[in-house]
């Protein structure tokens, strides 16, 4: 969803076999972090994932991210 994605972190763990703390670190040290404003998560959601959008059990299940560097251009 142009300069952010969507993760679902327990579905990821389960395909490489690597614990949450482990993902979420490793996306940290490529210089992406976590999108934590409501509203823009409920945007990107809701563009790219419009089915998981609308469940918001499913919606939790997602984080969006983003790399640091875009993060801090709008800053």
């Known amino acids: 969803s142009g300069s ?3 993760v679902n972190t327990q579905q990821l ?3 490489i076999c690597r614990c949450k703390s482990s993902i979420n ?10 999108i934590k404003i409501k509203p823009r998560v409920s ?3 809701k563009n790219s994932l419009p089915s998981v959008a609308n469940n ?3 919606s939790r ?3 969006v991210r983003t790399y640091l560097s875009d993060v ?3 800053q």
């Not at 670190?25 to 976590?34: C, D, W």
């Open 4 to 6: 952010y994605f969507c």
């Open 13 to 15: 763990k389960k395909l």
């Open 25 to 34: 670190n490793g996306f940290q040290q490529l210089g992406y972090t976590t």
């Open 43 to 45: 945007f990107c959601l």
């Open 56 to 58: 918001p059990v499913l």
């Open 61 to 63: 299940q997602w984080t």
């Open 72 to 74: 801090l251009a709008q």
